[in-house]
């Protein structure tokens, strides 16, 4: 991967993908699958890792020849290791990791016994990052290639969102916040080794949302839904540009405000600033 010409936003140097190797986890449906397909547009042959064999398949058979897949459950310790590695074994180069597998969890805090549920929330949400980002750069290492990471966060990253107040995301956004930090720590610790971008979608229609909402047409308007594709658009421009942050929506600016001018005040009201 290399940059060549200017950015789709008119700015820096935009990102060639042309014979590329791509790895994107949870790239069967969704916002992971929208990334694989504007990934194999942009001319990257891509490696799509998900858990139901089915839609696996379905997916490499819509994208096409440029396409393969690995069927594994990122919740199990081992298979962070062996998606990269098959994916890096594919092609004998893997440049770019989209570490976007996630579930969803919205069940309130105060009532939620922390148990196997919870233990597979973090394990596939939180833990997983960590582990395919230690995998890519095992990986890496015997050829000396800077490789590129994009860890899928959320706009709970960042803050209790508007839209979403009452609805019970706590522990869900707990694994985001903490997959925030750490891709901030990776950033720190592999400036010589790993490009990082944290992609921070607001609401996006993917299939957890369909449960819910049938006709995406029917979403209020608070929610500013998006489709996959304009996510997928978003993540791809933000890599272009060079961003470690990547958000979708405006209103991700204003909803972290408060925690922002809350510290301020605090800081103020003590004397400290």
């Not at 597998?101 to 394990?123: C, D, M, S, T, Y």
Request: proline residues 5%.
């Amino acid at each position: 991967m290399r940059r060549v010409g200017r950015g789709r936003w008119g700015r820096a140097d935009m990102i060639a993908y042309e014979n590329t190797t791509a790895l994107v986890t949870g790239g069967a449906s969704g916002i992971g699958k929208a990334i694989a397909q504007a990934l194999v547009a942009s001319g990257a042959h891509v490696v799509i890792a998900d858990l139901d064999s089915t839609k696996v398949e379905a997916a490499v058979s819509e994208i096409g020849a440029k396409a393969r897949g690995i069927v594994c459950d990122l919740a199990q310790p081992d298979a962070a290791e062996k998606a990269v590695n098959q994916a890096f074994a594919w092609r004998g180069r893997l440049e770019l990791v989209c570490s976007n597998a996630g579930i969803g969890h919205n069940k309130k805090i105060k009532n939620e016994p922390l148990g196997e549920q919870v233990e597979r929330l973090f394990a596939v949400n939180c833990f997983a990052a960590v582990r395919i980002a230690q995998a890519y750069l095992r990986a890496l290492e015997p050829g000396g290639a800077r490789g590129r990471l994009m860890i899928t966060g959320s706009e709970n990253s960042l803050s209790i969102p508007a839209a979403v107040k009452g609805r019970g995301l706590g522990l869900y956004g707990a694994t985001k916040h903490a997959v925030l930090i750490i891709a901030e720590w990776l950033r720190e610790e592999c400036m010589d080794s790993l490009y990082v971008h944290v992609l921070m979608p607001g609401a996006v229609y993917t299939p957890l949302i369909a449960q819910a909402l049938p006709d995406p047409k029917a979403a209020p308007p608070s929610l500013e839904l998006i489709m996959p594709e304009r996510c997928a658009e978003i993540a791809l421009s933000g890599m272009d540009l060079g961003l470690f942050y990547i958000p979708t929506h405006a209103h991700i600016g204003d909803d972290i405000r408060p925690r922002y001018e809350g510290v301020l005040g605090a800081l103020k009201l003590m004397g400290l600033r």
